[in-house]
């Protein structure tokens, strides 16, 4: 009879893999806390190797996870602080303290934008 091969189980791989995935949700909700456990995840898979120079399956998986994961909260971050920037330039630093305000600038933003996009712009 055939004895079934044991896997070894490596903790640390199952962690950097579960902290990737973790880190994708994180990204798009709160991206600093995405990038922290995207960093985790890293070191997690980085320490899953041991002393061998071979990463396991679930490492490489979580490290591709959270190599995704911290590019997208890099990426909406800098997204948020470039609009953050273009509003206060637009309407005024004070225009963006006040969240009514802010809505009402917002929707007559979007509406000036709708109506240029339907009409193909300023016209001749």
Do not use: H
Request: proline content about 3%; glycine content about 8%; hydrophobic content about 50%.
């Amino acid at each position: 009879m055939e004895q079934l091969q044991q896997t070894k189980r490596n903790p640390m791989a199952s962690a950097a893999l579960m902290l990737g995935l973790f880190a994708i949700g994180l990204a798009f909700i709160i991206p600093v806390y995405g990038l922290f456990c995207g960093c985790l995840s890293i070191l997690f898979a980085n320490l899953s190797r041991g002393s061998g120079l071979k990463m396991p399956d679930k490492a490489l998986a979580g490290l591709i996870t959270s190599i995704f994961a911290i590019v997208i909260a890099l990426l909406l971050s800098v997204a948020a602080l470039y609009l953050q920037q273009f509003l206060a330039q637009r309407f005024g630093a004070e225009a963006l303290q006040d969240p009514a305000n802010l809505q009402k600038i917002l929707d007559e933003f979007m509406r000036s934008y709708m109506n240029e996009f339907q009409t193909g712009g300023n016209g001749l």
